[in-house]
Nanobody
Framework: QVQVVESGGGSVEAGGSLRLSCTVS????????MGWFRQPPGGVRELVAR????????FYADSAKGRFTVSQDNAKGTLDLQMSNLKPEDSAVYYC??????????????????WGQGTQVTVSS
């Protein structure tokens, strides 16, 4: 059974940085794309960034552009999210997800079939 596990959340002051890591079990190239989502309290789950594994093509939400960087390590089977210049509005539970069906969209919540348990990120002002 394929598992998706996140790590690296925590608390930081505004302007600080955090690095989240996602590990997917098995062969990473069995995944079409992987992404990071976040869900604030009472809010909806939204895409932060995603990578199409074989091509390396990346997509960032407007809120993440210029501050967040997503990177994949194919040998380790990991997808990291480096977050800098964090703001209180970045506080949320961050989820890693993978789509194992090849082709099609990789931007909507419903596109991704496997999810991690989530990791909390709290940014204080």
């Amino acid at each position: 059974q394929v598992q998706v596990v996140e790590s690296g959340g925590g608390s930081v002051e505004a302007g600080g940085s955090l690095r989240l890591s996602c590990t997917v079990s098995g062969y990473i190239y069995s995944n079409y794309c992987m992404g990071w989502f976040r869900q604030p309290p009472g809010g909806v789950r939204e895409l932060v960034a995603r990578v199409v594994i074989r091509s390396g093509d990346t997509f960032y939400a407007d809120s993440a552009k210029g501050r967040f960087t997503v990177s994949q390590d194919n040998a380790k089977g990991t997808l990291d999210l480096q977050m800098s210049n964090l703001k209180p509005e970045d506080s949320a539970v961050y989820y890693c997800a993978t789509k194992r069906t090849f082709g099609g969209s990789c931007t909507a919540y419903v596109d991704f079939g496997l999810w991690g348990q989530g990791t909390q990120v709290t940014v204080s002002s």
